[in-house]
C-alpha cells in the first residue's frame, strides 16, 4: 500500500466524537516540572483521583497558580510539595482547599529526620558482638550475636529542642 492510498484512508475516517468536559477536580496535585532543567520550569496540575493531567502552567510562579484554582471551582484539597510558590499559590487561589504533602515528600522528610537523629546519637548505638559457637546437632559453627550487657550511659540529643534521653537502655 503506498503512502498516498494510507492518507487518503485516516482523511474518510470519520470525525471523532468530541469528549464531554470532564468534572472540576477536587483533589489537585501541583508540581513542577523542567522543560529545560536549570533553565526552565513550569507547573503541572494532576487530578489525584482519576490520576489525569488536568493543566500545565508556562511558569512556577505564585500568580500564576493561584489564579488556576479560580476557574475551577470545587476543589477541596491541594496536594504538594514544599516549594514556596506552592504554598503562596493554593492558598491565594484556593483558600478554602486543604493543603497536604505528597506521598513521596512525606517519605523524604522522614528519611532525613530519621538520618539527623542517628547522626545525633551515633555516639550511643550499639554494635552487636559476633560470636561463633559449635552447634551441637550438626558441629558446624554457627554464627551468633550477642547483645553486651554493660548499660549505656545518657545520652542527650545535640539540639536544645528535645528533651528526651535514654538512661540506661541496655540494662532492661
Known amino acids: 500500500?503506498?503512502?498516498?492510498?494510507?492518507?487518503?484512508?485516516?482523511?474518510?475516517?470519520?470525525?471523532?466524537?468530541?469528549?464531554?468536559?470532564?468534572?472540576a477536580p477536587r483533589v489537585v496535585g501541583?508540581?513542577?516540572?523542567a522543560t529545560r532543567k536549570g533553565r526552565h520550569y513550569g507547573t503541572v496540575l494532576v487530578d489525584v483521583e482519576n490520576r489525569r493531567p488536568v493543566d500545565l502552567l508556562p511558569d512556577?510562579?505564585?500568580?500564576?497558580?493561584?489564579?488556576?484554582?479560580?476557574?475551577?471551582?470545587?476543589?477541596?484539597?491541594?496536594c504538594r510539595d514544599r516549594a514556596p510558590f506552592c504554598a503562596e499559590g493554593?492558598?491565594?487561589?484556593?483558600?478554602?482547599a486543604v493543603q497536604v504533602a505528597d506521598r513521596w515528600h512525606l517519605w523524604h522528610n522522614l528519611r532525613e529526620?530519621?538520618?539527623?537523629?542517628?547522626?545525633?546519637h551515633r555516639r550511643c548505638l550499639r554494635?552487636?558482638?559476633?560470636?561463633?559457637?559449635?552447634?551441637?546437632?550438626?558441629?558446624?559453627?554457627?554464627?551468633?550475636?550477642?547483645?553486651e550487657t554493660t548499660s549505656m550511659t545518657t545520652c542527650r540529643p545535640r539540639s536544645a529542642l528535645?528533651?528526651?534521653?535514654l538512661d540506661s537502655v541496655g540494662s532492661r
Open 1 to 23: 500500500m503506498s503512502r498516498s492510498t494510507v492518507l487518503l484512508l485516516v482523511d474518510a475516517l470519520p470525525e471523532p466524537e468530541p469528549e464531554p468536559e470532564p468534572p
Open 30 to 33: 501541583v508540581d513542577e516540572y
Open 60 to 78: 512556577r510562579e505564585a500568580a500564576g497558580l493561584a489564579a488556576w484554582p479560580v476557574k475551577q471551582p470545587g476543589i477541596e484539597v491541594v
Open 90 to 96: 493554593a492558598t491565594a487561589g484556593a483558600p478554602q
Open 113 to 120: 529526620a530519621a538520618e539527623r537523629s542517628v547522626s545525633q
Open 127 to 147: 554494635v552487636p558482638a559476633f560470636s561463633s559457637a559449635v552447634s551441637p546437632g550438626t558441629g558446624r559453627a554457627a554464627a551468633t550475636t550477642s547483645l
Open 162 to 165: 528535645g528533651s528526651v534521653s
